[in-house]
């Protein structure tokens, strides 16, 4: 698909998301093509389809397109709904021209005729073929070679060797050569799950931003291929994931990972923090995402108590309304924004509640506050007070700040919302991680994420 011969000429960019698991792990429901793994009727392998999802300026959980599709009918279906986006899909206007405003525009009923002319079309006389697909049940162990173990002395000295050039915000190296087992059994509880195949396991190496040196991710390839099964996978957490960890050489990874100053663990928990770039490096950014993402981990890591008590929960942070950073399927979302207080800029954001994705599709997040951005750590630790207080028996997180009246929020985060030029300090004027007076300036461009 991403060569097919209309890619290059539709009316503005087209996400594919693949779910293989019962449950969403990929927010599939958010892409414009969402096919999550099912078995039909006769065990027969194949898709339930989804079809015009998206957030931003408008936020959309994909329509139901196919209860079951074949998997061999995946090209056919994609190319219709390509066709049809190609066709009569908005040239002109760059806001809104994603195919959900196409849906929107003539209808889900209209598009749906068009989409199933077009896929009756693909099938006629085999226009597009049907996709010979038939993989083993369970894919088998991998033989491999096994790439030479460094040792983690020599991968701490590589890693700490190489220090990252700035500007902005750039990794926070810090090579642990021997961690205790308590670490360990924190990292195996949070970033280690078993795999399908007996005696396997999936192991996650936590990034916090999504940022690595190059010498650290030579040696995620030297342990990619000492220990897995020579690949790694980026989560959309902005993590990696090794698959085929012998549950025999676990700890000798994580002592590997933690040389490498990537032994973190929370990858499963709130302090796992995502952004999206920002106005570190974004044209359309409002307030420096990744500046409040590191503040929040780095707070979040320093209080286990705070982690241990947010159940499920998940932060994740925009610069901007485009949400990059995915914040509005977050159960707890900062999405930056401005506020004008007299002559001046403060950096704030829209504190967002409640978002999530399952397999049946999307939920977004409610707005509850605006917020200036100094003040989000302590906007993040009355939210869990108020979970912990508030939740009932047994109620994860996610549930919880989908179902809370959306006033009581707000009721809690009220002082923090308010702010005039008489109780405003120096420091509400500058946005997080940076030094000079907030003054945003929005360019015309794409975004950068
Ligand atoms: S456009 Fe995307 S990357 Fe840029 S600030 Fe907005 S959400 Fe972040």
Redesign the pocket.
Known sequence: LLRHRLASTLPRKFKIAFEGCPEDHVAAAINDLAFFAELGPAGERGFRVLAGGGTAIMCKSGGLLHDFLPAGELFRAAEAVLRVFHRLGDYQHKQRNRMKFLIKAIGWDAWHAEYLRELAACRESDAVPVLAIDPPDVESQPSWARGAVPTPALIATRVAAQQPLGPGITPTLVPVYMPGDESYVRWRATNVRPQKQFGYLLATATVPLGDMTSEQMRVVGELARAYGDGTVRVTPDQDLVFRWIAVSDARELFRRLSAASLGLAEASTIANVAS????ES?R???TQ?RGLGRLLEDYLRERPELVASADGARVKI???P????QHHIATIGFQ?SVRRLGSRAVPQYFVMVGGGTTVDGASFARTAAKVPARRIPETLERLIAFYQRERQEGESAPVFFQRVPLERVSLELMDLQRLTEADAIPADFVDLAETGEFAPVVMDGE???
């Open positions: 999206c770039p920002g106005a974004c359309l950014a409002v995402s925009s610069g901007c485009n949400g990059c950073g930056g975004c950068s994420a």
